[in-house]
């Protein structure tokens, strides 16, 4: 059964930084690309940005510039580094895994629960 988890959301202050952490299981995550969705209630799911198996990166306009995304294959886990936090980046976010990806979430296979970052004024 595969697995995505997200863990490290919570409730910070503008400017501050978060570290999301996507730990994945029952998949061999080295072959799949990943990538970091967020949704705030009603509203689309916006595309930040993805990984390659390899670690190339590519990113969403909303990211850009503040947010990083890296992956470590040997501990199948995905990251995404968010600076500079500011209130409309308050949204759940999630981590996702598919084949051939891009900023389309119908291109993901596999998608975590979500974890809620909240950024105050």
């Known amino acids: 059964q595969v697995q995505l988890v997200e863990s490290g959301g919570g409730l910070v202050h503008t400017g501050a930084s978060l570290r999301l952490s996507c730990a994945a299981s029952?998949?061999?995550?080295?072959?799949?690309?990943a990538g970091w969705f967020r949704q705030v209630p009603g509203t689309e799911r916006q595309f930040l940005g993805a990984?390659?198996?390899?670690?190339?990166?590519f990113y969403g306009d909303s990211a850009k510039g503040r947010f990083t995304i890296s992956r470590d294959n040997a501990k199948n886990m995905v990251y995404l580094q968010m600076n500079s936090l500011k209130p409309e980046d308050t949204a759940v976010y999630y981590c996702?895994?598919?084949?051939?990806?891009?900023?389309?979430?119908?291109?993901?296979?596999?998608w975590g629960q979500g974890t809620q970052v909240i950024v105050s004024a």
């Open positions: 990984i390659w198996h390899g670690g190339s990166t």
């Open positions: 029952g998949l061999t995550f080295s072959s799949y690309a």
């Open positions: 996702a895994a598919g084949d051939v990806v891009n900023g389309t979430p119908g291109r993901y296979d596999y």
